[in-house]
């Protein structure tokens, strides 16, 4: 993971992280899906 000179994640490692709680967490999904900018993001398969 890499972080930005203002000590949060990178977009890239922030949305890949909520990607991987979207996989194993219904309520996470249920959110990613309401989001109302939704993002792609760099498949991790």
Request: hydrophobic share 40%; with cysteine; charged share 20%.
């Amino acid at each position: 993971m890499k972080w930005s000179s203002d000590g949060e994640l990178t977009a890239v490692d922030l949305c890949l992280v909520l990607e991987r709680l979207a996989q194993v967490d219904q309520e996470m999904t249920a959110l990613r899906q309401q989001s109302l900018s939704p993002q792609p993001c760099p498949s991790i398969s």
